[in-house]
């Protein structure tokens, strides 16, 4: 990784809710890349969870990650965090399965640097309410023939930033939410990390 100022390395904090296992894709990504000496190196520099039990955390002392554990109070009628997140230099918020909608003063200070991967086909199956198991229920129950993901920027409207990637996979008639689950969720591993480099890097700052 490159340390010298005009070349320094770009720094990711992930937001995870969960069992982390998009994270753990986007930390291998990115903290297991030697950066090259054309392009600015990327890494995750942080991992932020509002749950003191989420799996990610395990990932995250795993890879020596530092986290940070968010407290509701302080997240909705504070700033955000944003002054943690940018004492610890932190250029770009990738969530992957934070619960929590992100206040409007994190939204602004990441703006056009944060992104979100949704678990179906938006605008369908989108909004408040609408995530984990719920979502692939509601698909199950609508017959829909094909579902997906969507990473998307994010703005102050739940699941509503521009589209930057979306994939689709069947749903099959035998399907449980479970399964079509562990279908989007391969889906998700194998285009995340790549999307969100994409992102990071057409924005000019890598
Ligand atoms: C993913 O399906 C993601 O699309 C959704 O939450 C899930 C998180 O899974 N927003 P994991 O914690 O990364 O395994």
Not at 26 to 32: D, G, P, R, T, V
Not at 96 to 125: E, R
Not at 178 to 193: D, F, N, S, V
């Amino acid at each position: 990784m490159t340390t010298d100022k005009n070349n320094a390395t770009i720094k990711i904090a992930v937001f995870a809710s969960g069992a982390g296992s998009n994270a753990r894709k986007l930390i291998e990504h990115f903290n297991s890349t030697i950066s090259s000496p054309l392009s600015k190196g990327i890494e995750v520099a942080l991992v932020v969870s509002n749950k003191i039990d989420a799996g990610v955390l395990q990932i995250a002392a795993e890879f020596q990650i530092p986290t940070l554990i968010i407290e509701k109070e302080k997240f909705f009628r504070g700033n955000g965090y944003v002054d943690e997140l940018k004492q610890s230099g932190i250029d770009f918020v990738v969530l992957a399965g934070f619960l929590w909608k992100i206040p409007s003063t994190l939204v602004q200070a990441y703006a056009g640097a944060m992104v979100n991967i949704h678990p179906a086909l938006l605008p369908k199956y989108g909004g408040k309410g609408m995530y984990g198991n719920f979502v692939h229920e509601a698909v199950i129950a609508n017959k829909e023939p094909e579902s997906g993901i969507t990473i998307h920027m994010v703005d102050e409207v739940f699941d509503n930033g521009a589209h930057l990637f979306q994939a689709t996979c069947p749903v099959l008639a035998d399907d449980t939410p479970a399964t079509l689950a562990q279908r989007i969720h391969q889906l998700e591993h194998a285009h995340y990390p790549r999307v969100v480099e994409e992102t990071i890097r057409k924005t000019g700052k890598a």
